[in-house]
């Protein structure tokens, strides 16, 4: 079973970076697509970004595309998610996961339609705030 801890949230203003990283322990994550999820508030579960086990693909959903951008060093079994240009609607609790299945990686379509059905192993979050 994977484990996943994620870091680098905070409270940041609009325009500003993070960078959010999560590592995982118990097992490598190496032949895995990982994942980049958000749940504000009310809000159902939001799924942000993936990339595929040999970083050749990645996925955005449009709300991030162009600011947000997610890579992995399975070196240190570590994904990030650089995010650039905050918006305060970006403000929500930040989660990573693994997909289930190793050496699986989806459509861009199956992934806007889908969305998280893939993946588990879900870390306990890191929170990002952004003031305006």
């Known amino acids: 079973q994977v484990q996943l801890v994620e870091s680098g949230g905070g409270l940041v203003q609009a325009g500003g970076s993070l960078r959010l990283s999560c590592v995982a322990s118990?097992?490598?994550?190496?032949?895995?697509?990982m994942g980049w999820f958000r749940q504000a508030p009310g809000k159902e579960r939001e799924f942000l970004a993936a990339i595929s086990w040999g970083c050749a693909s990645t996925y955005y959903t449009d709300s991030v595309k162009g600011r947000f951008t997610i890579s992995r060093d399975n070196a240190k079994n570590t994904v990030y998610l650089q995010m650039n240009s905050l918006k305060p609607e970006d403000t929500a609790l930040y989660y990573c996961a693994a997909d289930k299945n190793s050496f699986r990686w989806r459509s861009a379509s199956y992934y806007y339609t889908v969305g998280s059905a893939d993946f588990g192993s879900w870390g306990q979050g890191t929170q990002v705030t952004v003031s305006s």
């Open positions: 118990g097992r490598t994550f190496n032949s895995n697509a």
